[in-house]
């Protein structure tokens, strides 16, 4: 069976920072492109970014509104993917879903709430 | 980015009857290795989204074949073919032929 088990969310004030994690198991996790998306509360679905598996290079790709500030990483020994994100808005509050795929368009976590506020 | 749209906004559906829900992206989702980029999903009320449909007409795995999906070019369509209980969320079409993927705005299926 597929996890992926998204950890780290919390409260934090603007100009913060935090970082996201996701633990994945039952594929097998270097093979994946993976995904993070949010969706801000009541709201609908935003794709933030994606990383490539390493042998399609590993590279990155990101949201126009997240660009400069938020950066995803993995750890394939570990089976786990990360959302670093710094210089937190306001506009940043949303549950973080993973998801593999390059677009989520595979399995996704139950997803972890981050909220930014004073 | 590509705009997709959505319709209807919401949709109330008698238990077994079928239900429809229609997307519309603003440019065509062909891409030149000659797959269509298409896919749907499902988020049941508190939980995450779950994809139901890959490539316009795939069923994801476990994803029962009540759903079908179909179309071309910029105009897509899932079908439910009995609405039951579990079916009660919100549906979402999103486009993963160029970056950034953009989703539609979501369709709220009931049961009357």
């Known amino acids: 069976e597929v996890q992926l088990v998204?950890?780290?969310?919390?409260?934090?004030?603007?100009?913060?920072?935090?970082?996201?994690?996701?633990?994945?198991?039952?594929?097998?996790?270097?093979?994946?492109?993976?995904?993070w998306v949010r969706q801000a509360p009541g709201r609908g679905l935003q794709w933030v970014g994606r990383i490539k598996k390493k042998s399609d290079g590993g590279t990155?790709?990101?949201?126009?509104?997240?660009?400069g500030r938020f950066s995803i990483s993995r750890d394939?020994?570990?089976?786990?993917?990360?959302?670093?994100m710094?210089?937190?808005?306001?506009?940043?509050?949303?549950?973080?879903?993973?998801?593999?795929?390059g677009g989520g368009n595979g399995y996704w976590g139950q997803g972890?709430?981050?909220?930014?506020?004073s | 980015d590509i705009v997709m749209t959505q319709?209807?906004?919401?949709?109330?559906?008698?238990?077994?009857?079928?239900?429809?829900?229609?997307?519309?992206?603003?440019?065509?989702?062909?891409?030149?290795d000659g797959k269509t980029y298409l896919y749907w999903f499902l988020q049941r009320p508190g939980q995450s989204p779950q994809l139901l449909i890959y490539e316009v007409s795939s069923r994801f795995s476990g994803v029962p074949d009540k759903f079908s999906g179909s179309g071309s070019g910029t105009d897509f369509t899932l079908k439910i073919?009995?609405?039951?209980?579990?079916?009660?969320?919100?549906?979402?079409?999103?486009?993963?032929?160029?970056?950034?993927?953009?989703?539609?705005q979501g369709t709220k299926v009931e049961i009357k």
Not at chain 2, 13 to 23: D, K, L, M, N
């Open chain 1, 6 to 35: 998204e950890s780290g969310g919390g409260l934090v004030k603007p100009g913060g920072s935090l970082r996201l994690s996701c633990a994945v198991s039952g594929l097998t996790f270097s093979n994946a492109w993976m995904t």
């Open chain 1, 60 to 67: 990155t790709d990101y949201a126009a509104p997240v660009e």
């Open chain 1, 76 to 84: 394939d020994s570990e089976n786990t993917l990360y959302l670093q």
């Open chain 1, 86 to 101: 710094n210089s937190l808005k306001t506009e940043d509050t949303a549950v973080y879903y993973c998801a593999t795929g």
């Open chain 1, 112 to 117: 972890t709430l981050v909220t930014v506020s």
């Open chain 2, 7 to 32: 319709t209807p906004n919401s949709l109330s559906v008698s238990p077994g009857q079928p239900a429809s829900i229609s997307c519309k992206s603003s440019q065509s989702l062909l891409h030149t």
């Open chain 2, 81 to 104: 073919s009995r609405v039951e209980a579990e079916d009660v969320g919100v549906y979402y079409c999103m486009q993963g032929y160029n970056l950034p993927p953009t989703f539609g």
